[in-house]
């Protein structure tokens, strides 16, 4: 399926309303996720994230920078097989220098205000991934491609 306005703003609403992500990347062609306190940009082009340089999660990035990310609003309920969304972000990612890193840190401490001393550490990435498109998943097996605005 295609996008629709719809469909956008459902990905816009679960990434505005849930703090957490899970990032999957590649250790060696093994696939490896971590859970992420993440923001979006209001045109949905780029998600934000931020972990320290020593982590596993960095170095698989350095070497692979294709990832997904899978936000959902899921209550571990039976009614989720019905009323659940997921949705899933392909992109690549890069580290943040410069007025680049300041500009994309107050949208991510924007929404991750107590995360201010962790994500302003000199030890700490800042990290945007580009989007290439979401896949949005409801009731369980509707699945549709939705796009970046802009």
């Not at 990434?15 to 060696?28: C, E, F, G, I, P």
């Not at 039976?78 to 969304?85: E, L, N, Q, R, V």
């Not at 949705?87 to 220098?97: D, M, N, R, S, Y």
Request: proline share 5%; net charge neutral; hydrophobic share 40%.
């Amino acid at each position: 399926m295609t996008d629709s306005k719809e469909s956008l703003d459902l990905v816009k609403s679960l990434l505005a309303s849930q703090s957490l992500a899970v990032l999957a990347t590649q250790d060696h062609g093994q696939p490896y996720t971590s859970l992420m306190a993440f923001a979006a940009t209001d045109d949905l082009k780029y998600l934000i994230l931020a972990t320290t340089r020593p982590t596993r999660k960095f170095a698989n990035l350095l070497a692979e920078p294709r990832v997904a990310l899978l936000v959902d609003n899921r209550a571990n309920e039976p009614a989720d097989f019905s009323k659940a969304a997921a949705v899933t972000a392909l992109g690549k990612t890069w580290e943040l220098q410069g007025r680049d890193r300041q500009d994309y840190l107050k949208i991510y401490l924007a929404k991750h205000p107590y995360l201010e001393e962790f994500a302003s550490s000199p030890d700490c990435a800042l990290l945007r991934v580009a989007v290439e498109k979401y896949i949005l998943v409801t009731r369980f097996q509707e699945v549709r491609e939705v796009y970046p605005t802009g």
